[in-house]
């Protein structure tokens, strides 16, 4: 290090307080090249260089891979489009409803001497089913009867007197009212001796009933309900479109959830004249055989309405479709070659669906009968890609599916 003194040249005398030390001169220090830092810098830029170097190389062989490179295929189950015949139905959602119901009661007053009915026993038409007492009334009767019979010996004198003109006109009217209302007293005592007597309008079964022997029953009061079960009507509504088509006879097949391994069936009886305006629905009323009991009023049961003619459909397993608010797809499996080697490809269709039954659903249109498409797995696919049928991993559709008792 070199230092340099400096040399101050002034005319100015030097003032008072100042000192020698203010007069010294400093020495000027000159910085200095670092040849270390240079090295430092220039390693760090040739570090970097050379790691752009490798991440290039990197890069394309990356790119270069992903020229080349294939996604592995994908595993599925295949299925094919299949015709077939179906009777086209309309499903519905019904009430089962008696076809005769009525609630038993009591016209009159009576203390309950007798019953005739178990609690939902059958009965048939004009059975006893409660007997009221009748003393009072038949004492009555028997008055009235004695009444009646002296009026009809009166109405028999004086007919024979006036026919000898020993008596007026008015005496023969007189007596002859008198027999009529004698006879009418002995007959509302016959109609209210009879009227607690209560019996079965029709046959049926009797719901549980409300009485005991010697209960006072009032006019009114509720005896039990009896309902005619066979045969049984069941209440559904269709969509105003269904009226095109709809006409009383048409066959119809009720199940219900209480005995899913039976079907009864049936036949439209009556169709609603008028479409309710809230729901634009009509109301329908089928009317089915219940021989053995089984369908109770109030019921809820499924009805379809099937039509007497039989169309051609193609069928697939609902499996198969990809539902989306935009339309309803499958993937159609179609073999691609290249060279000597082919390849089996996933191709989307959208197709427009009809009704479904089972396991399987009609296709309108977007499919062709014979066409091979992806039964299960359709959801992992995209338009193109290549797939591998499994089929020993396909489940069955059918028509009418059972569920397996594990």
């Not at 005739?116 to 003393?135: N, Y």
């Not at 439209?268 to 729901?279: L, Q, R």
């Not at 697939?316 to 070659?337: N, Q």
């Amino acid at each position: 290090m070199h230092e340099e003194w400096g040399h101050e040249s002034s005319s100015v005398e030097p003032g008072p307080g100042f000192t020698s030390a203010m007069r010294t001169p400093q020495p000027v220090v000159k910085p200095k090249k670092s040849r270390l830092g240079l090295i430092v810098g220039g390693g760090v830029v040739l570090a970097i260089a050379l790691l752009a170097v490798i991440k290039f190389g990197q890069f394309g062989t990356m790119f270069k891979a992903s020229k080349s490179f294939a996604m592995p295929p994908e595993s599925v189950t295949s299925a094919k489009v299949e015709g077939s015949e179906w009777q086209q139905s309309r499903s519905a959602v019904g009430t089962l409803i008696a076809v005769r119901a009525v609630t038993i009661a009591s016209e009159v007053t009576g203390t309950v001497r007798k019953i005739g009915f178990d609690s939902g026993a059958l009965v048939r038409r004009g059975q006893m089913l409660v007997e009221l007492d009748t003393s009072t009334e038949e004492a009555q009767l028997a008055a009235a009867m004695a009444d009646a019979e002296l009026a009809r010996a009166n109405l028999e004198r004086t007919r024979t007197l006036r026919a000898s003109d020993y008596t007026s006109p008015a005496d023969l009217d007189a007596a002859d009212a008198k027999a009529k209302q004698t006879r009418a007293v002995a007959a509302q005592l016959r109609a209210t001796i009879a009227k607690k007597t209560i019996r079965a309008p029709f046959e049926g079964r009797i719901a549980i009933r409300d009485v005991e022997l010697g209960q006072v029953l009032n006019p009114g009061s509720k005896i039990g309900s009896l309902q005619s079960i066979d045969p049984v009507h069941a209440d559904f509504w269709l969509p105003q479109q269904a009226l095109a088509d709809l006409t009383p006879g048409m066959r119809t097949r009720l199940r219900t959830d209480v005995f899913p391994k039976q079907a009864w069936d049936g036949a439209v009886t009556t169709i609603n004249p008028e479409v309710d305006v809230s729901t634009r629905n009509v109301r329908v009323r089928g009317t089915f055989p219940n021989a053995d009991g089984r369908l109770r009023p109030g019921m809820f049961v499924n009805v379809d309405v099937i039509a007497p003619e039989k169309r051609r459909v193609l069928l697939i397993p609902s499996t198969a479709v990809l539902y989306a608010p935009y339309g309803d797809s499958v993937f159609a499996i179609e073999e691609k070659k290249n060279g000597d080697k082919a390849t089996l490809t996933a191709h989307q269709k959208f197709v427009r669906l009809g009704e479904r039954r089972g396991d399987l659903v009609a296709v309108a249109s977007g499919l062709a009968a014979g066409e091979t498409i992806v039964s299960s797995g359709a959801f992992k696919l995209r338009n193109g890609m290549a797939v591998v049928v499994r089929n020993d991993l396909a489940p069955s559709a059918e028509l009418a599916p059972k569920p397996v008792d594990e």
